[in-house]
């Protein structure tokens, strides 16, 4: 799958099954980088990443981030938080509120794809 638009096939590595750990593309001869990060793939190469936040004793915040890849630079395109201290949703891990409404919306907004895992002497071997 080309990830990021650039023309060539992006491997996209796991060892679950369930969710990726990163993200490497070919480029110039080398095996590159282009992400490392645990994140679940959606529709239109969309990356959806959970992050667990916790401020401070007792205070645990979930942070769902869905970013894409325009070339070879990362661009945020929604979040939403949710605070499981005062069962609240919010627009940043700094508190701001927003509303359950604007916060499903969003997570809705993104649909899961399964790719289909394959070991990789599969995809080396044709």
């Not at 996209?12 to 994140?39: C, E, K, Q």
């Amino acid at each position: 799958m080309d990830i990021n638009g650039d023309g060539v096939k992006d491997l996209l590595r796991s060892g679950d099954g369930d969710h990726y750990w990163d993200i490497v593309t070919y480029r110039y001869g080398n095996l590159i980088p282009l992400a490392i990060m645990d994140f679940y793939l959606c529709e239109n190469n969309v990356m959806e990443q959970i992050e667990l936040f916790h401020e401070e004793a007792g205070v645990e915040i979930e942070g769902t981030s869905f970013f894409r890849y325009n070339g070879f630079n990362l661009e945020t395109l929604d979040f939403a938080a949710y605070n499981k201290a005062t069962a609240s949703w919010q627009s940043d891990y700094y508190g701001t509120p927003m509303s359950e409404a604007d916060a499903k919306a969003i997570l809705a907004r993104y649909s899961r794809v399964d790719q289909g895992m394959q070991p990789i002497s599969q995809l080396l071997n044709g």
